[in-house]
């Protein structure tokens, strides 16, 4: 196991699944138009499909292993991620699984320092963590 071969070997795999994991997930915003995201996951599954394309990519090597596409949002944008996994689900009859869940996140506040002066580098930053609920939807590839 100590064979440095092994070890590249084993950090180009990590690399690899890395990138098709981050090729795979989506971030919803509350201001990301429905329709826009919609297009844009309905394109990369179609890559995905077994019909004969132009995406040969998307079906072999480490694209194989993929076996899902995943949409995530917190606070505001979840509503839009359940209407993307629900549309998926009942007009593509695509199997998706939603997680529902709650994750810390950190603020940094920008509070005025105690002298009375505008000077900006008097400005301390404080920072504040907080808990945003968030959900993420799994769409399955339809792969046999």
Excluded: C
């Amino acid at each position: 196991m100590s064979d440095p071969s092994f070890m590249k070997i084993d950090a180009a795999n990590s690399r690899l699944l890395l990138r098709t994991e981050s090729e795979t997930t989506f971030f919803i915003k509350s201001s990301t138009p429905f329709v826009a995201a919609l297009k844009r996951i309905d394109r990369l599954l179609e890559k995905f499909d077994k019909l004969p394309t132009n995406y040969k990519q998307y079906q072999q090597g480490e694209y194989k292993k993929v076996k899902h596409l995943t949409v995530k949002a917190l606070g505001a944008a979840m509503e839009k991620v359940v209407s993307v996994g629900l549309h998926f689900r009942e007009h593509s009859g695509y199997q998706v699984d939603f997680i529902s869940g709650t994750v810390n996140v950190v603020d940094q506040v920008k509070t005025k320092g105690s002298h009375q002066s505008r000077d900006d580098s008097d400005d301390e930053i404080e920072l504040r963590g907080r808990n945003v609920s968030y959900i993420e939807a799994k769409i399955w590839l339809k792969r046999k």
